[in-house]
């Protein structure tokens, strides 16, 4: 299987992978990986990026909004910029690869250029974000936005759970609130992101590397139920207007549409009930909906669908149901060319390219706001992410880095 890589791209992976490892030791709780935005670990992680940069002669700085950012000239001092990179951010009890994967990669990237002095027609800006996860504070993305332009300027003012303004802490990681928000990265032609799966396909289909050809867009809705609590021993079963059993089939209604068709997918993940006691009918039930998919007018045709469905079947049990919608975001489609470009490398590695949509957001849809974006996934065991068993085998490992490094020297400006 390694016989399709090189010496130096087996060696460079070997070398990822036990960064990876050295990287995992920066932790805000022993014994356990969290590393939130701008704690005292991301301080100490965006410090060891930054050294290991300087021993390829790169020189890293921190940006305005607390990333760490680093350029690779090509030939010509100043030409335009291929970006990679993904987050080194994580959320409680991570795994050790969501994010610093992507990061550790595009360094490892750099590295091989910098050994043997090989430029290229472009030059390579390497970015390790600050904020993807989103848990010291609410919003997520705020590092790829800030490149991107898009820099949500209110989330300075959100305080932490000790009460520590995002502004401060901030500055005092060496960042700039006051110029976060107008960082927008210039000249960059395009941004790739390599990133473990964090779901089951490759593994199930045997495949170390999957392209991505989109990001899923989401719509979450809340959902009441209204029927007629009563006593369960006095009340026949054909004069009920029970609403949780009504939820309950509504619940089944919306696997069923999602079940319909490859790439959708909808998720019922709460259900409550009142008065919720074990000799009343239950009057109210309320319940979540999550859809995803990686087309917008997929995702609107399932979702008026189900909406269709759960109208039908409220009718039938003589329960009523009110609908909100609570949060949307359209899905980002992953540049054709990147896709075509991962598609080759990944099938010079002799592998078949198989294209999947991710499910889950990331660093690289902020930044199609801003220039053609693309990922590369590696399998990841059992499709488990943020658990500290999150686990890629080493050939993997260099096998993602060796897809990428092959990426970058076959990229063309246009
Ligand atoms: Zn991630």
């Known amino acids: 299987m390694a016989r399709a890589l090189s010496d130096a791209e087996l060696s460079a992976g070997a070398r990822l992978m036990s960064r990876l490892d050295a990287f995992a030791t920066f932790t805000d709780e022993p014994g356990k990986l969290t590393r939130l935005f701008l704690s005292d670990a991301h301080r100490r992680a965006a410090a060891a990026f930054i050294g290991w940069c300087a021993e390829a002669g790169v020189k890293a700085r921190i940006d305005a909004a607390g990333n760490v950012v680093a350029r690779y000239e090509g030939k010509q001092a100043g030409a335009p910029a291929l970006m990679l990179g993904s987050h080194i951010d994580t959320v409680r009890d991570a795994g050790r690869y969501d994010g610093n994967y992507g990061a550790l990669a595009a360094l490892a990237v750099v590295e091989q ?115 007629m609590a009563g006593h369960a021993g006095a009340t026949p079963m054909t004069l009920r207007r029970d609403a949780l059993a009504a939820a309950a089939d509504m619940a089944l209604a919306i696997e069923k549409r999602a079940r319909g068709e490859p790439d959708l997918v909808g998720t019922v993940g709460r259900l409550e009930v009142w008065p919720g006691a074990a000799n009343v009918i239950p009057g109210v039930a309320r319940f979540s909906i999550d859809v995803r998919a990686p087309s917008d007018s997929q995702r609107a045709a399932a979702l008026a669908e189900m909406r269709a469905s759960l109208d039908a079947i409220a ?39 198989r294209l999947l949509p991710s499910g889950a957001g990331h660093d690289a849809m902020a930044m199609g706001q801003l220039c053609p974006a693309g990922m590369l996934f590696v399998r990841c065991k059992g499709g488990i992410s943020h658990n500290p068993l999150e686990s890629i085998t080493r050939e993997d490992c260099a096998f993602g880095l060796a897809a990428l490094t092959r990426f970058v020297r076959e990229f063309r400006l246009d």
């Not at 490149?147 to 401060?168: C, F, I, N, S």
């Open 315 to 353: 009718k039938a049990r003589g329960v009523s149901v009110t609908v909100a919608v609570t949060h949307e975001a359209n899905a980002f489609v992953c540049d054709s060319r990147i896709v075509a470009g991962f598609k080759r490398t990944v099938e010079g590695l002799g592998f078949p390219p």
């Open 113 to 227: 250029l910098a050994d043997g002095g090989e430029r290229l027609d472009h030059a390579v800006e390497i970015v390790a974000f600050g904020d993807e996860e989103g848990v010291r504070y609410r919003t997520t993305l705020t590092g790829s936005r800030a490149l991107a332009g898009t820099y949500p300027k209110e989330a300075l003012d959100q305080r932490d759970a000790a009460g520590v303004a995002m502004r401060d802490a901030l500055r005092a990681f060496g960042g700039d609130p006051d110029k976060a928000s107008s960082i927008r990265a210039e000249n960059v032609a395009a941004f790739v992101e390599a990133h473990i799966e964090q779901g089951p396909v490759l593994e199930a289909e045997n495949l170390p590397l999957g392209v991505v050809t989109a990001i899923n867009g989401a719509t979450r809705l809340e959902v009441g139920v209204e029927g």
